[in-house]
């Protein structure tokens, strides 16, 4: 009566449980990874309705997006420490902090903490989790209009007039939120993007600081060449590189762009206005 496994026998099951574990962890890992941006998905989309909650409550106006200190916090006027961003202040609208940072990164798990910005020494540049997240409003394509001007070789004078949701031409199309990294941050960002930068990256680069026009591009490390956003009418999706007016460090002569003029036509021509927002119009 045989009692045990040979030592053959023995080697050739852990070689299929090796080779068993060789194919299935990539697709453990990848189901989890896909199971991550279907959670970021899901909360871009709630975040997308809380503007639409807000809006209404605040007479058809987006949300401003920019922070400032309101005093209640004794002695410190600081407006990096205040929860006055446009995420502190919808908050009340989706009760959950966490849906404000990506799933696919490291999550934050201190609210109360003010976090050191690594590129900047002085502890100014210390910020509340308002500050940080990485999911980021469009400024002047959405929250606000940034220039009084014709168009966007024409853009006139600086100004900031907050937006009327209904003003918005095409709400469908038009990109509210979207991920974001700063440099090589790993977990948070920057509450915010500038659209006439951000849609004007080096695609064959990643900042290695602060960078305004890397900072929607960038979370490509995660995201691959399928971004998610929430929109303007409440939805959210995902678009890809065709939303972009890309340059080239290593190869300019792919440029689809060299200087302003040349992206400005660039983003007419392709109708780009419409997806980041002209930073001219109220509209």
């Keep these: 009566m045989r009692k045990a496994f040979t ?7 852990i070689a299929i449980i090796a080779i068993l574990a060789a194919i299935l962890f990539p697709v453990f890992a990848q189901a989890k990874f896909a199971a991550k941006k279907t959670a970021s998905l899901s909360g871009l989309k709630q975040m997308a309705l809380a503007l639409q909650m ?7 106006m987006a949300v401003f997006e920019y922070g400032y200190s309101d005093g209640s916090i004794p002695g410190d006027t600081n407006a990096y420490h205040y929860n006055t961003t446009w995420a502190g202040r919808i908050l009340p609208y989706v ?11 490291t999550e934050i798990h201190d609210y109360n903490k003010y976090f050191q910005d690594p590129y900047y020494s002085s502890t100014y540049y210390s910020y509340s989790w308002a500050w ?6 469009n400024t002047d394509g959405y929250s606000r209009q940034t220039y009084a001007g014709s168009s966007c070789v024409n853009y006139g004078s600086s100004t900031s007039v907050t937006r009327s949701l209904t003003a918005i031409d095409q709400p469908a199309s038009r990109l509210a939120i979207t991920p974001t990294r700063y440099g090589n941050i790993d977990g948070w960002s920057w509450a915010r993007f500038i659209a006439y930068d951000a849609s004007f990256p080096y695609a064959d680069a990643y900042a290695n600081g602060f960078s305004w ?13 399928r971004f998610i956003g929430g929109y303007s009418d409440g939805h959210a999706g995902t678009y890809g590189p065709e939303k972009f007016i890309k340059r080239y460090y290593n190869n300019p002569s792919q440029n689809q762009a060299n200087d302003w003029n040349s992206y400005c036509g660039a983003m007419d021509n392709q109708k780009l206005w419409d997806f980041w927002g002209p930073f001219w119009s109220g509209n």
């Design 132 to 137: 940080v997240t990485d999911f980021s409003l």
């Design 213 to 225: 026009n890397q900072l929607v591009w960038d979370s490509r490390k995660q995201y691959g060449q």
């Design 54 to 60: 807000y809006s209404n409550d605040f007479e058809d």
């Design 7 to 13: 030592l053959i026998e023995l080697l050739v099951v």
């Design 95 to 105: 009760k959950n902090q966490p849906i404000f940072f990506d799933k696919t990164t």
